[in-house]
């Protein structure tokens, strides 16, 4: 069995409830949407066959216990299921970065699901795959970056119309970087009370884009 990847790399969780956290990242390469402020452009293509043991090792030889898998978009290649279960298998706590235009309702439970559901301006909207709500799990979190004050309006009517926030443990909310003053959208979360969390990409404040970091 083989995945193609773009990299594999130690860094700290920069997002979502394990912000923070030492983790080990597999990048799988390929992608079906094109979010207009992409940031991981070149994990569309390219990348590296790799063999289900070859990566186990990798990842393994970084020492953490938390492993992010993550893209471009994973699910688009078949082979992430089994990929994931055979992590969760070895005792790693694993969380899944998903673009939600792929069907999560087989993805291992075990698995943290962090699923994107794309706001008006990432230009990707008419992809979001609504039917992945019901598969949601308490343990999953729903992640929204936002644009403007039309991603955030949006953003808090999908909140409230699928009651995310009683679903999932985490309802995350991130502005574009260079495009939404997070003070912005701080003061908004906060005036409409909304049952969410904050988050900026730490990675981003440590290292801006370095790739590996």
Request: glycine content about 8%.
């Amino acid at each position: 069995m083989e995945l193609r990847l773009t990299e594999i790399f130690h860094s700290l969780q920069g997002e979502a409830r394990t912000v923070g956290r030492p983790t080990v990242f597999v990048r799988l390469t390929g992608c079906p949407q094109r979010c207009v402020w992409c940031d991981t452009e070149y994990a569309f293509s390219g990348g590296d066959k790799w063999t289900l043991d070859a990566i186990l090792e990798e990842v393994a030889s970084h020492g953490a216990n938390y492993v992010t898998v993550t893209g471009g978009e994973p699910l688009a290649q078949p082979n992430c299921l089994p990929l994931l279960v055979a992590l969760c298998d070895l005792g790693y706590e694993v969380s899944l970065e998903t673009g939600g235009a792929m069907d999560i309702s087989q993805v291992d439970e075990r698995v943290s699901v962090v699923m994107d559901l794309k706001a008006p301006g990432s230009a990707e909207q008419h992809n979001n795959r609504l039917e992945n709500i019901p598969h949601l799990r308490r343990h999953h979190q729903v992640k929204f970056v936002l644009a403007d004050r039309k991603d955030y309006d949006w953003a808090r009517f999908m909140l409230d119309q699928h009651q995310l926030h009683e679903r999932v443990e985490d309802v995350l909310f991130s502005p574009v970087q260079g495009q939404l003053a997070p003070g912005d959208l701080a003061d908004w979360i906060v005036a409409d009370r909304l049952p969410v969390r904050f988050q900026l990409q730490l990675h981003k404040l440590l290292w801006n884009d370095a790739r590996g970091r």
